[in-house]
């Protein structure tokens, strides 16, 4: 178990009454947010994490993660689809930097296709459902301290859609120094690197501290859709909304069927009588391959969850969610730091009548890398009303795995080494190493390996179909 640590109860209280004094002085945070760091503090020093009884762990049944294709269909009159709709908000996860990409600002402003952001898209999709019900579905946006002051001059530019938007930001916790247990930023750290944000699970309470949560309620919305903001997967569902609302579940996560590329991600258990996530950090080492197997664990956490706001209020004022907590330790310009983070899957097993939908991969499509972003340009995917829609000429349900050399991996070299995104409407695999350039209108089929050790820049031509081939060299073209 790598959520908490067991300790001496009296180095403990010492330890926290130091911190809690050091934290006190921190005058860049809330009183809300100094409470909630500490409280977490506390819990990750008492090592009050309940280890997993691996002989507990129950396949979950149908009744608690209903499969897609069993729901009801959803209302198709007009005026039951826009009521239904005017109990949701979206809220989109925005806290993230492009800085992997090779980015400077949110990631949810990296270009995705024809000239639109993450955004952008978020923004028409929304725009689209409000004007063809004559609904009013809101956007929220958690920003984190790293995101939040370019957001706001982002979003100006959505000031005439016909969409409410509304920004909060997660907390701010200060990161801990390894060997003594106090805030870096008591330690002269003053910029940014002295803090971090707490992980997704932070939703929850920062949407309390924020007062967005009360509004919410007060104007009749019912239901919260969290998702990340680079699954372009994640869009509104009024099956599932129409299910939640009907059966009264608080909690429901998006799960979709795990494929090789998948098995790290956190699967849906049944322990004693609920419905429960399971992380591989909560995996006991002599089961971490049983967990990986596709077999047994067949499903995966989309991290597309929808959740009822009065039920958080209940929760959150109750002190009721207390997820496991990840220990996230890093080094900080020479300083190992520890930073405890919670996610919000976890919370699933507080809420009442909590759910899994296994909902089709077509829901799961996020953009981690520049491998992803060269799916989603090509020709596997249209664009239709801020929607990515996939190519119905593409028979196998599974997408071409790719994968892209080190030279790929910023977003404007990428750019840079396609004229054109090529056609991968028939490909399997792609696997790209060295200093290649791509021409435009190339086809790739089958199993495509392009290898460049030469040193020197190899370039694939205009037009040219590579199908099944293994080139290493302008000879093998």
């Avoid at 006190?24 to 020093?45: C, D, H, M, P, T």
């Avoid at 689809?81 to 109990?87: P, S």
């Avoid at 530019?157 to 909060?168: A, C, G, L, V």
């Avoid at 009442?352 to 499509?365: S, W, Y």
Wanted: charged share 25%.
């Amino acid at each position: 178990m790598a959520a908490t640590i067991a300790a001496n109860p009296l180095e403990t209280e010492a330890k926290l009454s130091k911190l809690r004094s050091a934290v006190a002085g921190l005058n860049q945070i809330s009183e809300n947010e100094k409470s909630g760091f500490i409280n977490l503090v506390s819990r990750y020093l008492s090592g009050e994490a309940e280890q997993i009884e691996w002989s507990k762990i129950q396949t979950p049944t149908d009744e608690v993660v209903v499969p897609y294709d069993t729901l009801a269909p959803p209302p198709e009159d007009l005026e039951a689809t826009k009521k239904l709709l005017n109990k949701l908000v979206v809220l989109k996860l925005n806290g993230g930097l492009g800085t992997t990409m090779g980015c400077t600002g949110p990631k949810s402003v990296i270009e995705v296709r024809n000239g639109f952001t993450f955004l952008d898209l978020i923004v028409i999709q929304i725009e689209s459902l409000n004007k063809k019900y004559g609904c009013n579905v809101p956007l929220l946006l958690m920003n984190s301290f790293n995101t939040h002051d370019d957001t706001l001059k982002i979003v100006e530019k959505y000031s005439d859609s016909d969409i409410e938007i509304h920004t909060f930001n997660q907390s701010q916790y200060p990161r801990i120094v390894a060997d003594d247990f106090q805030p870096l930023p008591c330690k002269g750290e003053v910029g940014k690197d002295g803090w971090y944000p707490p992980g997704h699970g932070d939703v929850f309470p920062s949407l309390m501290n924020s007062g967005k949560l009360d509004a919410l309620i007060s104007q009749g919305k019912e239901y919260v859709f969290v998702a990340n903001s680079d699954n372009l997967g994640a869009i509104v569902d009024m099956k599932i909304l129409n299910h939640l609302i009907h059966n009264q579940n608080e909690y429901c996560m998006e799960v979709t069927p795990k494929t090789l590329a998948d098995v790290k991600g956190g699967t849906l258990i049944s322990y004693e009588g609920r419905v429960q996530l399971l992380e591989i950090a909560q995996v006991p080492d002599a089961h971490v391959n049983e967990f990986k197997s596709i077999e047994k664990f067949k499903i995966f956490n989309t991290n597309n969850l929808w959740v009822n706001l009065k039920a958080i209020k209940r929760l959150v004022e109750a002190d009721a969610l207390k997820m496991e907590i990840i220990p996230n330790p890093k080094e900080v310009n020479g300083v190992k730091v520890l930073q405890l983070e919670t996610a919000a899957g976890a919370a699933i097993r507080f809420f009442d009548h909590a759910i899994g939908i296994n909902v089709p991969r077509c829901r799961f499509l996020p953009v981690k890398a520049t491998s992803d972003l060269l799916l989603v340009q090509s020709d596997l995917y249209t664009l239709v009303d801020g929607f990515v829609i996939r190519n119905q000429a593409r028979s196998n349900p599974a997408n071409p795995t790719i994968e892209l050399g080190p030279e790929y991996k910023k977003v404007g070299d990428f750019l840079r080494r396609f004229k054109s995104i090529p056609s991968i409407v028939d490909l399997d695999s792609l696997k790209v190493s060295g200093d290649v350039w791509f021409g435009a209108g190339i086809v790739l089929k089958g199993k495509v390996t392009i290898t460049n050790k030469s040193g020197k820049k190899l370039e694939i031509p205009d037009g040219i179909v590579l199908e099944n081939k293994d080139v290493n060299g302008p000879e093998d073209i």
